[in-house]
């Protein structure tokens, strides 16, 4: 007999690892859905709940872009338009916004959303630069952050201070494609 070595072999040590992680799978989902519960008593909860901001609206057509139904001319106009959009402070809540609290932008930088409809027959290009034009907004809020509060550009910031940055002005930009609705008519 060879003792106890011989008898967990890798067969059963495998098994009893796949027992253990089994065990602490089910551990951990008891201790998440205990801190998930819902309030007992529901008028009485803590919780508060915020209207959040209406999202900036981009309708990218063939011919036109307009921003929140307002036509725009140039390109630049797009990032513009974000920057005062995500920027806007519109709670009064963000002690590192500098936006003029208008009804139209964001409450707060973390609740602002984007939404991009693209149209029918819309070339690439022009979808990507708007694109651009709206990824350039938010690195333009990102470095404005770095340098205020850290004194270096975002590209020089490590990486638990570039993650304070953009949890500070996290990008939420949703894309959608419009198709064409046809109409019957009776000729």
């Not at 007999?1 to 008898?7: A, C, E, F, R, S």
């Not at 513009?80 to 609290?101: H, L, M, P, Q, R």
């Not at 500070?168 to 609705?181: I, L, R």
């Amino acid at each position: 007999m060879k003792g106890l070595g011989y008898i967990f072999t890798y067969q059963a040590k495998a098994i009893l690892l796949a027992l253990l992680m089994c065990a602490l799978l089910v551990g951990f989902q008891l201790l998440w859905f205990q801190s998930e519960k819902l309030p007992s008593n529901p008028e009485k909860s803590t919780l508060k709940l915020y209207q959040t901001s209406s999202p900036l609206l981009i309708v990218v057509s063939a011919n036109e872009v307009v921003i929140n139904g307002k036509s725009i001319k140039n390109l630049a106009d797009v990032k513009a338009a974000v920057i005062t959009y995500v920027d806007n402070n519109g709670s009064g809540k963000c002690s590192y916004c500098d936006g003029e609290k208008t009804e139209e932008g964001a409450r707060h930088p973390k609740e602002a959303r984007v939404q991009i409809v693209i149209s029918t027959g819309v070339h690439y290009g022009r979808f990507a630069s708007i694109q651009n034009e709206v990824n350039a907004a938010y690195r333009t809020l990102r470095e404005n952050y770095s340098v205020k509060f850290f004194n270096q550009s975002f590209d020089r910031l490590d990486g638990k201070q570039q993650l304070i940055v953009t949890r500070s002005y996290p990008k939420a930009v949703q894309f959608e494609h419009v198709e064409p609705e046809w109409v019957l008519t009776s000729d």
